[in-house]
């Protein structure tokens, strides 16, 4: 079992930045693969960003290159997504996932609700 809490969403203007961050515990967070989506409403959950357990290798939705950054710290078992440059479009929830096999998210935040007001 491993439980996720999301922390650092708010109200911010277009433009701005945020950071959000989710903190693991559990099963030791170095062995899984962690990414983040948000959903927003009327809409179908979708994918953000992803890193792997090593942090080496990271991945982005088209809509978030160049503007977002995923990250982790094992040694406090947390990771980062820095948004930058956001835009209305990027109103949703979002969430922090963890698993242990690629492409397999089997657990969830909570979420934190992200704003951008225009």
């Known amino acids: 079992q491993v439980q996720l809490v999301e922390s650092g969403g708010g109200l911010v203007q277009a433009g701005g930045s945020l950071r959000l961050s989710c903190a693991a515990s559990?099963?030791?967070?170095?062995?899984?693969?962690m990414a983040w989506f948000r959903q927003a409403p009327g809409k179908e959950r979708e994918f953000v960003a992803g890193?792997?357990?090593?942090?080496?290798?990271?991945y982005y939705a088209e809509f978030v290159k160049g503007r977002f950054t995923i990250s982790r710290d094992n040694s406090k078992n947390t990771v980062y997504l820095q948004m930058n440059s956001l835009k209305p479009e990027d109103t949703a929830v979002y969430f922090c996932?963890?698993?242990?096999?690629?492409?397999?998210?089997?657990?969830w935040g909570q979420g934190t609700q992200v704003t951008v007001s225009s």
């Open positions: 996932a963890a698993g242990a096999v690629a492409g397999n998210y089997a657990y």
């Open positions: 559990g099963r030791p967070f170095s062995r899984y693969d």
């Open positions: 890193i792997n357990w090593s942090g080496g290798m990271t």
